[in-house]
């Protein structure tokens, strides 16, 4: 595997199961702004993956679908923060800090890569992240004096830098979740 | 043979699915259009990278292209083409009188929390600048949810990418 496909499948893997994770907040978050704007991060986040598979699947002769939900649990190289079930609110939003201050990191760094592509999508993800970002930002100010969330702040960072190369029970059911279309009717597109 | 100009013409006729008042050509998301031969090869740039309707709109420009006797080759770019900056003004006025704000002007840097906190964007109803950000994030990932304190009327304002 080359370089560029594991930072592509890294970055893909992160946000196909952030968004995954933040869409279990889809009809249940505590507010229906909240509602709203998990849904449409969740959904951007997917995006992002998608684009990243793609190019990744250009270099490798696959395709994106294959990538995202065809390969063995062992095989996906997301960071153990996107694969923790977080049932609690100051979680849920500790882990959106966390993961927003990580991402910019790595998109940033791309958007100076030499390679064109990487860079062009880096600079589109960071466009569009930028509104995460201010997500986040509100959030963190909100229950900046809240104990909970610092806790969870705490609970939750060693996480960032976790190992990616093996898997938590959690992103196990997840996989059989987020893979059970595909497993049930190979190849199947929307 | 078609010619690119025909092409575009006809392109302009496609609706956005979800804002159908303004066409994909005004809404800047058609790049480039080739045409060599029956060949006829468009460049579609998402708004955002998770917008949900890049499958429709894809299966529409390739309809279309049949419909004037072409062979479709639609390429979706990822990059960094697209701002909302590529609105065109006839789009932004559809919008407007559809009741989205259209979006601000793109600054140099990244649109920031304060500033939209602050902006006054105008009411598309009443024109009063008298408005609030209400939610970031709205029914699609390019739009934001404001709210008009003069008409008390909540409205929909298009996100500056």
Aim: aromatic letters at 6%.
């Amino acid at each position: 595997m080359s370089e560029r496909v594991r930072i592509l499948l890294e970055l893909a893997d992160d946000d196909l199961v952030v968004g995954w994770r933040d869409s279990e907040w889809t009809g249940i978050a505590p507010t229906l702004e909240e509602d709203v704007a998990f849904s449409s991060i969740a959904q951007n986040e997917i995006g992002h993956a998608r684009a990243a598979y793609e190019l990744a699947a250009a270099e490798l002769g696959t395709t994106a679908d294959e990538l995202a939900f065809d390969r063995a649990p062992e095989e996906y190289r997301c960071s153990p923060l996107v694969e923790l079930r977080l049932l609690d609110w100051a979680h849920t939003i500790a882990r959106r800090c966390l993961y927003e201050e990580a991402d910019r990191a790595r998109i940033e760094a791309l958007m100076a890569s030499d390679d064109p592509e990487l860079a062009s999508l880096a600079r589109k993800i960071d466009r569009e992240e930028a509104y995460h970002r201010m997500h986040a930002e509100l959030w963190a100010e909100r229950l900046r004096d809240e104990p909970r969330f610092q806790q969870a702040l705490a609970e939750l960072r060693p996480y960032v830098d976790g190992d990616r190369s093996s898997r938590t029970a959690e992103f196990r059911q997840l996989w059989d979740e987020m893979t059970s279309v595909r497993r049930s009717e190979p190849g199947a597109e929307w | 043979m078609v010619s690119a100009g025909e092409v575009w013409t006809a392109l302009g006729e496609i609706a956005d699915p979800e804002i159908p008042v303004i066409s994909l050509v005004e809404l800047g998301v058609v790049r480039d259009v080739d045409v060599e031969g029956d060949r006829v090869s468009v460049t579609l740039t998402p708004t955002f990278l998770g917008c949900p309707a890049l499958d429709a709109m894809r299966r529409a420009l390739e309809a279309k292209i049949v419909s004037l006797g072409g062979e479709p080759v639609v390429t979706v770019e990822r990059g960094d083409a697209w701002t909302s900056d590529r609105i065109t003004p006839a789009g932004r006025e559809k919008l407007r009188a559809a009741g989205f704000a259209p979006p601000a002007p793109r600054d140099t840097s990244a649109p920031r929390l304060v500033q939209l906190q602050a902006n006054r964007c105008r009411c598309p109803y009443c024109g009063s600048s008298e408005t609030r950000l209400e939610n970031l994030f709205g029914p699609t990932p390019c739009r934001s949810i404001r709210y008009c304190e003069s008409c008390r009327q909540p409205f929909e304002q298009f996100k500056t990418l």
